[in-house]
């Protein structure tokens, strides 16, 4: 009789990596502050929404729509696809390899809590690559339009902090993924032009 055979052990998974202490003492910093100021509590509900406007991309979708019918179709397509690529970069691949929880949602005061929250890594945040990637590809095709369409991506990468679903770091490491795939994607598609409105 043959003896068996012992079968290897798998090998161990990758360990996450863990953001520097530095960098979640000033993320920490940052959300108290947000969560402390007074000024903000007018605009709760709105960010909230903003927040949850951004889900799945429909904001960025929706103004896509609105560029092509208003005779910015490759601004609204560079747009669009600069979007999806820095999302799927930013919650397939990079997330995978940070282990980072979320702000504690019951810190967060009670007027801008979003109804659910997600459950996965925080960084980096999702909505804040998918809103860089989309501003970033309209202003490469139009000048004009991404000055408009820059502040709301900056309202929506804000107001995953404000809404406590996000650490800073992870807004700006989200922001900084959609800008770098919007400008390789430059690369790969020469833009038509940069400046028009």
């Given at each position: 009789?043959?003896?068996?055979?012992?079968?290897?052990?798998?090998?161990?998974?990758?360990?996450?990596?863990?953001?520097?202490?530095?960098?979640?003492?000033?993320?920490?910093?940052?959300?108290?502050?947000?969560?402390?100021?007074?000024?903000?509590?007018?605009h709760d509900r709105g960010f909230s929404r903003l927040s949850h406007a951004a889900d799945?991309?429909?904001?960025?979708?929706?103004?896509?729509?609105?560029?092509?019918?208003?005779?910015?179709?490759?601004?609204?397509?560079?747009?669009?696809?600069?979007?999806?690529?820095?999302?799927?970069?930013?919650?397939?691949?990079?997330?995978?390899?940070?282990?980072?929880?979320?702000?504690?949602?019951?810190?967060v005061p009670v007027g801008r809590r979003l109804?659910?929250?997600?459950?996965?890594?925080?960084?980096?945040?999702?909505?804040?690559?998918?809103?860089?990637?989309?501003?970033?590809?309209?202003?490469?095709?139009?000048?004009?339009?991404?000055?408009?369409?820059?502040?709301?991506?900056?309202?929506?990468?804000?107001?995953?902090?404000?809404?406590?679903?996000?650490?800073?770091?992870?807004?700006?490491?989200?922001?900084?993924?959609?800008?770098?795939?919007?400008?390789?994607?430059?690369?790969?598609?020469?833009?038509?032009?940069?400046?028009?409105?």
């Amino acid at each position: 009789m043959r003896p068996a055979t012992l079968r290897q052990p798998d090998p161990a998974p990758r360990p996450a990596r863990i953001m520097p202490t530095w960098i979640r003492r000033v993320d920490r910093a940052v959300n108290r502050r947000i969560n402390a100021s007074r000024r903000w509590h007018a605009h709760d509900r709105g960010f909230s929404r903003l927040s949850h406007a951004a889900d799945r991309g429909a904001l960025w979708y929706a103004i896509a729509a609105a560029l092509a019918v208003f005779g910015r179709p490759r601004a609204a397509l560079r747009g669009v696809g600069s979007m999806i690529v820095a999302g799927v970069i930013s919650d397939v691949i990079v997330k995978r390899f940070f282990d980072g929880r979320r702000p504690v949602s019951g810190e967060v005061p009670v007027g801008r809590r979003l109804r659910w929250y997600p459950t996965t890594k925080s960084f980096p945040s999702g909505h804040s690559a998918s809103a860089a990637g989309f501003a970033a590809g309209v202003a490469l095709e139009s000048g004009g339009a991404g000055l408009i369409v820059a502040p709301v991506a900056a309202a929506v990468a804000y107001s995953r902090m404000h809404v406590g679903a996000h650490w800073l770091s992870d807004v700006i490491g989200g922001v900084a993924i959609g800008a770098v795939v919007a400008l390789l994607g430059r690369l790969t598609v020469p833009a038509r032009s940069h400046r028009g409105g």
